[in-house]
T-cell receptor
């Protein structure tokens, strides 16, 4: 069974700060997803990556397959970045489901 | 274009009643997933449909839960004899690919918030 751990669980920062959210998983996977859940509940897929690094605007996601670790970075953070950020891993080799195993999320608040 | 549509957006029902939740995936998406997010908990995989293949039901928490996908499009998640612990947000997602690919993310609906009294 794949275990996905995120840290920190809660993060409050000032506008403009550089934000890092970490995700670790326990078994080999095909892809690692970063999702953003808005205060209203809607979920948006930010990144899906299986190696290296991806960048979209002020968001950067990295993954280290050997260490089973991924990070999501936000540069020049803004109050509108306030949301829950969820890491999801899968599918993993030998796993039966094509669904994802999710972390519990990181609740990010950016204060003006 | 239209995204994943779920209905109802909110459902309140009494313990013991049956409920049906609907998901209308993005047109052309062959893969459809149901997830559950309980209060204070992370997302939990429930079931996966891929085309006309038998669904992967390995995430369903009990035999009170079932789902079907008619015509490879709309899906219905049914919970029989609801219990209070079934209260959660039920999310549906769809994707183009039958298996995860780097450039084929899942697209999520807004969810159905289910409250069991």
């Amino acid at each position: 069974k794949n275990e996905v751990e995120q840290s920190p669980q809660n993060l409050t920062a000032q506008e403009g700060e550089f934000i890092t959210i970490n995700c670790s998983y326990s078994v080999g996977i095909s892809a690692l997803h970063w999702l953003q859940q808005h205060p209203g509940g809607g979920i948006v897929s930010l990144f899906m990556l299986s190696s290296g690094k991806k960048k979209h605007g002020r968001l950067i996601a990295t993954i280290n397959i050997q260490e089973k670790h991924s990070s999501l970075h936000i540069t020049a953070s803004h109050p509108r970045d306030s949301a829950v950020y969820i890491c999801a891993a899968g599918p993993h080799s030998g796993g039966g489901a094509d669904g994802l195993t999710f972390g519990k999320g990181t609740h990010l608040i950016i204060q003006p | 274009g239209a995204g994943v549509s779920q209905s109802p957006s909110n459902k309140v029902t009494e313990k013991g009643k049956d409920v049906e939740l609907r998901c209308d995936p993005i047109s052309g998406h062959t893969a459809l997933y149901w997830y559950r997010q309980s209060l204070g908990q992370g997302l939990e995989f429930l079931i996966y449909f891929q085309g006309n293949s038998a669904p992967d039901k390995s995430g369903l928490p009990s035999d009170r839960f079932s789902a079907e996908r008619t015509g490879g499009s709309v899906s219905t998640l049914t919970i029989q004899r609801t219990q209070q612990e079934d209260s959660a947000v039920y999310l549906c997602a769809s994707s183009l690919a039958p298996r995860f690919r780097v450039n084929q993310p899942q697209h999520f609906g807004d969810g159905t918030r289910l409250s069991i009294l």
